[in-house]
């Protein structure tokens, strides 16, 4: 038997001090995680099952929806004049910013060398693919001749015509593509070496072949892992200025216009603050029911809940400034169109979302300044519910809230969603969860060769630790 498999747990259950369970060995690592994609179609949970069907129904329910646009117009959504802008591009800004957290933890903590992502980037990563899929359609949706979408992409064509590139929309399709490409190899290079674990451990015949095709010969050699690691660490750089560059890009739709409360430079720093705010906390969301149903206490433990909640927070305060920052603005800067949306914001029809707002985004997190709650699943999972909540509320208010009234009181209306507004976006949900169940099944949630290089390092510093303190022992005892 190896020294990896005769070394004991590094400490009890969720011990709050450490990123790793108890009894874990780079078997067992292999084991429980490769079990569930392995497991054949009648092994499948029935909870997986159920949760699969909701989610289907919520995706049929957008295809639906998504026809019917076609074959009516947007005119079936509840946008007029002046809010041209409604929940299809509050929908868009919300779900690219939730992708965020998984670039943030797969690529900046890969460079910073950062133990504790390992347990998470995977899922982190998946969920980012999906959530920028959401995010895609609601440009192109709302296009109103989607199928000419790639008209947005330059191309030769026989019309000589070029894209808008002073059009911030033009700039989307180029953020986003970059952004979905970079993400997509990166999370497929980091499956390389899994797909050769799970190509070993498969015992139907069928299954060896597609997993064997899907790793790329990978055999564990050293020229294989030079190539691997140069090319993550290629793909994290590419990935890092994304994580700035594609919401500063979207928060630029905003910033290049004229309306009041739009035309500001803190719009691309808040914007990717927000992201990463709204991430973490939809990827606390996911792994708090993923590792209680699948069992994977020993992979994520209470310390990787109380990391990412740190993170939060300190994301959450810096959201919290931005929204200071912007009353101070439009007091300071005398404009009285400034400060009547100000007052408009807080006053005006909409007041109510505007304070559910701050309720959600500034209040509620002060509560992770304690240890306690941060560390209390339940806690964590209804605050990270509520950031969700507020993240959107605060895209409600900077579109509609920023368009309803306009420079002329002539020009003035109110924006109601309209049933197909609203079942759009339940259906980016089915397809959001449609995908992620998928994952789950199919595929490796949890990194496993990261985790078995993680608990070697972690073991090596162990017997490293005991070795001193043996030596310091026996030095004592020579000295008496």
Known sequence: ?????????????????????????????????????????????????FGFAIAFAL???????????????????????????????????????????????????????????????????????????????????????????????????????WPQFRSPLAWDVFAITTYATVSLLFWLVG????????RDRATNR?????WGIAALGWRGSAVHWSRYEMASLLLAGLSTPLVVSVHSIISLDFAVSQVPGWQVTIFPPYFVAGAVFA????????????RKWYGMEAFVTMKHFDVMAKVMLATGLIVVYGYVVEVFYALYSGSHLEIFLVTNRAFGPYAPAYWALFLCNAAVIQLLWFKGVRQNLPALFIISLFVSVGMWLERFVIIVMS???????????FYNPTFW????????????????????????????FEMRMYLNQEETKAARRAALADNAGTQAASAD
């Open 59 to 161: 995706l049929m329910l957008f295809i639906i929806a998504v026809t019917w646009l076609f074959v009516a117009g947007i005119g079936i959504w509840g946008i007029n004049i002046p809010v041209a802008w409604g929940w299809d591009i509050i929908n868009f800004v919300w779900w690219i910013g939730i992708g965020h957290a998984g670039t943030l933890i797969s690529a900046i903590l890969l460079l910073l060398n950062q133990g504790w992502r390992n347990s998470i980037n995977r899922l982190a990563e998946a969920m980012t693919l999906f959530a920028v899929a959401c995010a895609g359609l609601y440009p192109i949706l709302h296009l109103g001749r989607p199928w000419l979408f790639y008209w947005l992409i330059p191309y030769p064509n026989t019309l000589g015509m």
């Open 279 to 290: 991430g973490f906390a939809m990827v606390i969301l996911l792994m708090i029911p993923i």
């Open 206 to 210: 069928i299954a060896k072949v597609i």
């Open 191 to 198: 499956l390389i070496p899994d797909f050769a674990t799970m």
């Open 1 to 49: 038997m190896q020294q990896s498999e005769r070394l004991r747990p590094l400490g009890p259950p969720d011990d709050p001090n450490s990123y790793l369970g108890s009894g874990l060995t780079n078997t067992n690592i292999s084991e429980k995680i490769s079990a569930i994609p392995l497991a054949g179609p009648l092994k499948t949970p029935r909870g997986w099952i």
């Open 421 to 448: 507004d609203i079942s759009t976006y339940l259906g980016t949900f089915g397809l959001f969860f449609t995908l992620f169940f998928l994952f789950i099944r199919v595929l490796p949630m949890i990194n496993m």
């Open 403 to 413: 368009l309803h009234r306009d420079f002329l009181p002539s020009s003035w209306d």
